[in-house]
């Protein structure tokens, strides 16, 4: 098949995603009318109907599901070919997509540990929420994430290995660093941890199981920024322990949590996703090594 048909196709699927060939003309930085050609293209080589209109929005009829289902399988099968003709040279590019706590955190080690490995390898990072990166994994956008576990089962296709448990922590002032958490969190007015995020529904959980109705002073979606404000003496925090970064440079320090009934809080699980069927599968799990060796 043509690189063009592997475009049409790409753009096809793109279209399915958003439910807009206008959208995905937006996206992929197309005209509506050059995007619709391309489908009229698909649609007379394959001689089946792919779309149908429901008012301004398009859906896939049941060719359109099948050649979704199929295409996104042959663009992989695509990448994968290109990258194992290549296979000989150690260049090219390893799409890595990170959640913003490694990224701030640990990361710049571990890509520090990679380049020295794969010096000719270019790499783009996208940072984002889990839930979105993992979308652009398996619809093959990105090659490699650093992000939380997801919280539903993983097809075959798609390998974890954990790297490192976060557990929660109470954020004060090192004035404070002789207090009991619990007292804090109950009686110091709450910088909270964005309850959208998964570190601020565990947190929110945890406050729950104690019996805490914390005062709130405000809440935000970057564990960076809850320290940053707890450092100007705005009040505690109970975020996910990233690491180093979260005290470094500041007035701040961490406290360890009781758990319920005697037990440890939850802690978030953060480690690398990537698809087996990649040909850039060994740069992920060279990553892994990486991540590991600077994580030990």
């Known amino acids: 098949m043509c690189q063009m048909d592997l475009r049409y196709i790409h753009n096809f699927l793109r279209v399915v995603q958003t439910g807009s060939m206008s959208e995905a003309a937006r996206q992929l930085d197309l005209s509506p009318s050059a995007i619709a050609q391309q489908m009229r293209v ?6 089946a109907c792919l779309l149908v209109r429901h008012g301004r929005s398009v859906r896939a009829t049941a060719a359109g599901e099948r050649l979704f289902e199929r295409g996104q399988r042959l663009l992989q099968d695509f990448d994968g070919l290109r990258e194992w003709v290549l296979g ?75 790297l490192r448990e976060e557990p929660l922590v109470v954020l004060c002032r090192r004035e404070d660093a002789l207090q009991d958490p619990l007292a804090l969190l109950r009686s110091r007015p709450l910088v909270r941890y964005d309850r959208a995020l998964a570190g601020g529904r565990l947190a929110d959980r945890y406050l729950k199981a104690q019996g805490i109705v914390p005062v709130e002073r405000m809440e935000l979606n970057s564990v960076l920024a809850v320290a940053m404000m707890v450092d100007q003496g705005l009040g505690v925090g109970l975020v996910p322990d990233i690491g180093r970064v979260l005290s470094q ?48």
């Open 42 to 47: 698909l649609e007379a080589g394959l001689g």
């Open 249 to 296: 440079g500041r007035d701040v320090c961490t406290l360890a949590l009781p758990g319920g009934d005697g037990r440890a809080p939850d802690a978030r699980k953060v480690g690398l996703l990537w698809l087996n069927t990649s040909a850039r599968a060994r740069w992920a799990r060279s990553l892994l090594e990486c991540a590991r060796q600077c994580l030990g």
């Open 88 to 162: 000989d040279a150690d260049g090219g590019e390893l799409r890595l997509g990170t959640v913003n706590t490694a990224l701030h955190g640990f990361l710049p080690a571990v890509m520090q540990a990679f380049v020295a490995r794969h010096e000719q390898v270019h790499i783009s990072v996208r940072a984002g929420l889990t839930p979105e990166l993992y979308t652009a994994l398996v619809q093959s956008e990105l090659d490699v994430l650093i992000c939380l576990k997801p919280s539903f089962d993983l097809p075959k296709t798609v390998c974890w290995a954990e």
